[in-house]
């Protein structure tokens, strides 16, 4: 049965610590300069009706070096761009692809093309989901700090993709989460609601009260894509929610910190704390590959056999 990753809860627990132990050994793999090619002959259709820098890059090179190869469809070079029902475009790219990723506006269109597709769907990005990103993240996080236990996680700002995605990952996988954001801009109530049912997770409208005895604090841009015409509104709301020493005082010492990219320095995060802790940033930002590189991994080779050969990389 073929699986999907819309979202960071499509996954299990289990599934979760095989991805980020997967991606750890894919990662020393391309550090010792060994070939690793699991998914020679195998395709990846990439739908952008975002723009892109990471999650392009970091898909793209993944499959290539699983030995796999990436076809970039964008809305104006596809049918997609003219009005073709997604589910049409689901069923005539399944027949050419071995998976599908999709970097859009709308969630439903993403669980659309998830649900007519007889191949595995990644979710890039949504407006409401952003899961590869924080996959990337939690290893990220497990390698400077050493795991997830006993970590507690606190991101600082818009209740956005990134924000919900923190959401799902901290119901799943059961750490310490806390999530500040101005009145209004909180996050997806759902999952409001069903974090709000954790034991060690807290939503506030205070920064401080949120970094107090974190050992992340995480932020994101103001402004996402599509809210251009807000960003005067949000720069009045956000501004006490920028990353600066002030407000790293009150996490725990040795706190680190961690941002999605891309960053506007002096608006979101101060410039020098960026620069202070911009090899974990950059960390995560290559981490990406090597997450997917075991996401593309488990989801096109998803029978069981065949990622018992795999696992020996």
């Keep these: 049965m073929k699986r999907d990753f819309t979202k960071f809860l499509d996954i299990t627990k289990k599934e979760c610590e095989y991805l980020l132990g997967r991606a750890a050994l894919l990662k020393n793999l391309r550090s010792s300069g060994k070939q690793y090619r699991p998914l020679a002959g195998k395709s990846l259709a990439m739908i952008f009706e975002k723009a892109s820098t990471r ?76 899961p590869c990103q924080i996959l990337a993240d939690l290893f990220t996080v ?63 409208h205070d920064p401080v009260e949120a970094v107090k005895g974190c050992d992340v604090v995480y932020t994101d841009v103001w402004v996402s894509m599509g809210q251009e015409k807000e960003k ?18 009150r996490a725990n010492r040795g706190a680190i910190v961690m941002h999605c990219l891309p960053a506007y320095r002096g608006q979101e995060i101060t410039d020098d704390v960026f620069e202070r802790f911009s090899d974990i940033i950059f960390t995560q930002a290559e981490n990406r590959l090597h997450v997917q590189k075991a996401l593309l991994e488990w989801l096109i080779l998803n029978e069981k056999g065949k990622m018992k050969n795999a696992k020996n990389g």
């Design 55 to 130: 999650t392009r890059i970091s898909f793209e090179v993944g499959i290539q070096e699983l030995g796999g190869q990436a076809i970039f469809l964008s809305p104006n070079e596809t049918q997609i761009g003219r009005g073709e029902p997604i589910k049409d475009t689901a069923r005539v790219l399944e027949r050419y692809v071995d998976a599908i990723m999709i970097r859009t506006y709308s969630q439903g269109l993403v669980e659309e093309l998830a649900s007519w597709a007889h191949v595995p769907v990644i979710n890039g990005l949504s407006d409401l989901y952003h």
């Design 142 to 204: 497990k390698e400077y700090l050493g795991g997830l236990k006993d970590v507690k996680i606190a991101f600082i700002g818009d209740g956005n993709n990134v924000a919900n995605s923190w959401l799902e990952a901290s119901i799943l996988m059961g750490f310490d989460f806390s999530l500040a954001t101005p009145a209004g801009y909180g996050p997806d109530a759902v999952l409001l609601a069903r974090a709000e049912k954790q034991k060690g997770f807290r939503y506030t």
């Design 232 to 249: 005067k509104a949000r720069s009045r709301a956000f501004a006490k929610y920028k990353i600066d020493d002030t407000l790293l005082r």
